[in-house]
Nanobody, 129 residues
Framework: QVQLAESGGGSVQAGGSLRLSCKAS????????MAWLRQAPGKEREAVAT????????EYVDAVKGRFTISQDNAKNTLYLQMNSLKPEDAAVYYC??????????????????????WGQGTQVAVSS
């Protein structure tokens, strides 16, 4: 099973930027759904961005469209989330998740967060107004 480790969280002012990284170790297969998810206090975990590694197709939740960008570096086995124009409501613990899938149909942003087979430990993002 693949192991995931997030990094890059921190504290920024509203309007600022952060880039999160998720280093993967182990083999998940040539086709997988990778995702960034977040969980704020008192709220359920939600997916904010997904990427199907087979094609690079991405999806975003409406709240982050145009501000966040998910990307992958296959040579480094690393997933990224570039977050720009951060808002106080973006504050949360951010996790990366992974699961082997056969096509991008199974990599929708609506995929149930608990369905991801592998998780990292999370990285905290704080945004002050």
């Amino acid at each position: 099973q693949v192991q995931l480790a997030e990094s890059g969280g921190g504290s920024v002012q509203a309007g600022g930027s952060l880039r999160l990284s998720c280093k993967a170790s182990g083999y998940i297969g040539s086709r997988a759904c990778m995702a960034w998810l977040r969980q704020a206090p008192g709220k359920e975990r939600e997916a904010v961005a997904t990427i199907y590694t087979g094609s690079g197709r991405t999806e975003y939740v409406d709240a982050v469209k145009g501000r966040f960008t998910i990307s992958q570096d296959n040579a480094k086995n690393t997933l990224y989330l570039q977050m720009n124009s951060l808002k106080p409501e973006d504050a949360a613990v951010y996790y990366c998740g992974a699961i082997a899938v056969t096509n991008d149909y199974f990599c929708s942003i609506q995929r149930t967060p608990s369905s991801f087979a592998s998780w990292g430990q999370g990285t905290q993002v704080a945004v002050s107004s």
